[in-house]
């Protein structure tokens, strides 16, 4: 079994605004979690946010499994968060979803390229099936916080507003294709996990064909208020929202 250094992990987050772990999680149990998954998503529509649509998610999804629960608990995992933060941080819960193509609408996880906020936050992604470029990988924009002046003046040039948070497609291309060099683009084995902090760029990118089904954790600072403010956010979910689900 491979072993993981923490030090390494955060080194990596604070170069790049990420780090990969390959073989993280076993393929068989990616399996016993896709399933299970899978026939949460047919048979509890209404605790499914998008059950109509082709990107379909399950907030709070430890309350479908125990080895959906040991994700979210996951000490080392936990324990990355913290030094990177430099917060009491901790999982909140975790997000499953299963996106898959229709013809003729480009379909992606997470929609447009976006930051999930200005101020640093991390998640950690489980890929639960193998993900090709036809599959629509997570990408990221290394390095893309918006204190970082990198890639100021390629955003300049093409009238891209840098420090905001969502774009549209057409305004976000021309930035991209000037600096695709720096994009990470997520193509992996199943049981791969992706940490990175969500106040970069990213975004999945457009399935194809097949499906990709993951788990992502949510980690925030610990307190009442946090787990308050979710309720309110995600109303839809598998169970209540709470740090010790």
Same mark, same amino acid.
């Given at each position: 079994?491979?072993?993981?250094?923490?030090?390494?992990?955060?080194?990596?987050?604070?170069?790049?605004?990420?780090?990969? %772990?390959?073989?993280?999680?076993?393929? &068989?149990?990616?399996?016993?979690?896709?399933?299970?998954?899978?026939?949460? %998503?047919?048979?509890?529509?209404?605790?499914?946010?998008?059950?109509?649509?082709?990107?379909?998610?399950?907030?709070?999804?430890?309350?479908?499994?125990?080895?959906?629960?040991? @994700? &979210? =608990?996951?000490?080392? $995992?936990?324990?990355? +968060?913290?030094?990177?933060?430099?917060?009491?941080?901790?999982?909140?819960?975790?997000?499953?979803? $299963?996106?898959?193509?229709?013809?003729?609408?480009?379909?992606?996880?997470?929609?447009?390229?976006?930051?999930?906020?200005?101020? *640093?936050?991390?998640? +950690?992604?489980?890929?639960?099936?193998?993900?090709?470029?036809?599959?629509?990988?997570?990408?990221?924009?290394?390095?893309?916080?918006?204190?970082?002046?990198?890639?100021?003046?390629?955003?300049?040039?093409?009238?891209?507003?840098?420090?905001? =948070?969502?774009?549209?497609?057409?305004?976000?291309?021309?930035? @991209?294709?000037?600096? &695709?060099?720096?994009?990470? $683009? +997520?193509?992996?084995?199943?049981?791969?996990?992706?940490?990175?902090?969500?106040?970069?760029?990213?975004?999945? *990118? *457009?399935?194809?064909?097949?499906?990709?089904?993951?788990?992502?954790?949510?980690?925030?600072?610990?307190?009442?208020?946090?787990?308050?403010?979710?309720?309110?956010?995600?109303?839809?979910?598998?169970?209540?929202?709470? @740090?010790?689900?």
């Amino acid at each position: 079994m491979r072993r993981y250094v923490k030090s390494e992990i955060v080194n990596d987050l604070r170069t790049n605004g990420f780090a990969v %772990l390959d073989g993280y999680i076993s393929h &068989k149990r990616c399996d016993r979690i896709r399933e299970t998954i899978e026939e949460f %998503l047919r048979n509890e529509a209404a605790s499914v946010v998008g059950s109509e649509e082709t990107d379909k998610r399950i907030f709070a999804a430890e309350y479908l499994s125990e080895e959906i629960r040991e @994700f &979210k =608990k996951d000490a080392l $995992l936990e324990q990355v +968060a913290r030094d990177y933060t430099g917060i009491d941080t901790r999982t909140l819960m975790v997000m499953a979803n $299963l996106v898959e193509p229709r013809p003729g609408v480009p379909i992606a996880s997470g929609g447009l390229p976006h930051r999930d906020s200005r101020a *640093t936050q991390f998640k +950690a992604m489980c890929y639960l099936t193998d993900v090709e470029p036809e599959n629509g990988p997570f990408s990221i924009l290394a390095r893309s916080s918006t204190e970082n002046e990198e890639y100021l003046a390629d955003a300049n040039a093409v009238g891209f507003d840098y420090s905001g =948070k969502r774009w549209v497609t057409d305004i976000a291309d021309p930035f @991209f294709e000037r600096v &695709k060099k720096d994009v990470y $683009l +997520a193509t992996a084995p199943r049981g791969t996990v992706i940490v990175f902090d969500s106040s970069l760029i990213h975004a999945g *990118t *457009t399935i194809e064909a097949g499906q990709r089904v993951a788990m992502t954790s949510y980690y925030y600072e610990y307190s009442e208020g946090v787990e308050r403010w979710a309720g309110e956010k995600w109303t839809t979910s598998a169970g209540p929202i709470a @740090f010790s689900a």
